[in-house]
């Protein structure tokens, strides 16, 4: 689909473009194992840790590890926006789900209709 015709079947609806991004999510009950495996075995260069969450730069992808006691997915592709909030709105209204991150109070993923997950990024394009 071209960023033009980013609509509705109808052709009806607002007007959003959605892009990938090179930024990946898994969820983990361990941070501190995480970060071992992550740093340690794989290579990745540490860029930011928090309390819940930690940012590798992998070369290609940026992997972001958030602690989380529940599997949510294997992987959680991100994809950019430049309001979050009304793609994400616009989203809900065509039956995506959010899927809220107990971990990390007001984030929250989308689960599309094939009960797949994605992250939406607000993010000014290039």
């Given at each position: 689909m071209s960023e033009s015709?980013?609509?509705?079947?109808?052709?009806a609806g607002p007007q959003f473009v959605f892009r990938s991004s090179n930024e990946i999510a898994v969820h983990v009950a361990s941070l501190e194992k995480a970060e071992?495996?992550?740093?340690?075995?794989?290579?990745?260069?540490l860029v930011a840790k928090t309390g819940r969450q930690l940012e590798?730069?992998?070369?290609?992808?940026r992997l972001?590890?958030?602690?989380?006691?529940?599997?949510?997915?294997?992987?959680?592709p991100?994809?950019?926006?430049a309001d979050r909030q009304a793609a994400c709105e616009y989203l809900e209204g065509l039956g995506c789900k959010p899927v809220h991150i107990a971990s990390q109070p007001g984030l929250?993923?989308?689960r599309d209709p094939f009960g797949l997950l994605f992250d939406i990024v607000e993010r000014k394009p290039d």
């Open positions: 015709s980013n609509q509705t079947e109808n052709g071992h495996f992550y740093r340690d075995v794989m290579g990745f260069r590798f730069d992998t070369g290609k992808l972001y590890v958030n602690l989380d006691s529940r599997p949510l997915a294997s992987y959680v991100s994809f950019d926006v929250y993923y989308i």
